[in-house]
């Protein structure tokens, strides 16, 4: 059974750092692509970032130069590092993944939803002032 799970979300405080994981297990082709989405409190899920291959990498605007994507596919684990937190980063957070190759990103250059088969439950991040 495939499966994506994530960890890491945590209450954090403005301008404070986080990291989640995602660590996918059962795969038996490789996952070519992985990304973070996350849907804030009553509000349509958002791409964050995206990584396909060990790179490239792209980010949504309004998280680039606050988050890093990464991955370890000795360990099957994608990263997102996030920092100088702001109020609006409060969602849950989900890893989505597929096998197949390609690059594509919405206008705002996260990573668009319908191109992963597969996802995670989720972790949620809260932050507070």
């Known amino acids: 059974q495939v499966q994506l799970v994530e960890s890491g979300g945590d209450s954090v405080q403005v301008g404070g750092s986080l990291r989640l994981s995602c660590v996918a297990a059962?795969?038996?082709?490789?996952?070519?692509?992985m990304a973070w989405f996350r849907q804030p409190p009553g509000k349509e899920r958002e791409g964050v970032a995206l990584?396909?291959?060990?790179?490239?990498?792209s980010y949504a605007h309004d998280v680039k130069g606050r988050v890093a994507i990464s991955r370890d596919n000795a360990e099957n684990t994608l990263y997102l590092e996030m920092n100088n937190v702001k109020l609006e980063d409060t969602a849950i957070y989900s890893c989505?993944?597929?096998?197949?190759?390609?690059?594509?990103?919405?206008?705002?250059?996260?990573?668009?939803?319908?191109?992963?088969?597969?996802w995670g439950q989720g972790s949620q991040v809260t932050v507070s002032s």
């Open positions: 989505g993944a597929d096998t197949r190759y390609g690059f594509q990103t919405t206008s705002g250059g996260g990573p668009v939803g319908s191109n992963y088969r597969y």
């Open positions: 059962g795969f038996t082709e490789r996952l070519y692509r």
């Open positions: 990584i396909a291959g060990q790179s490239p990498t």
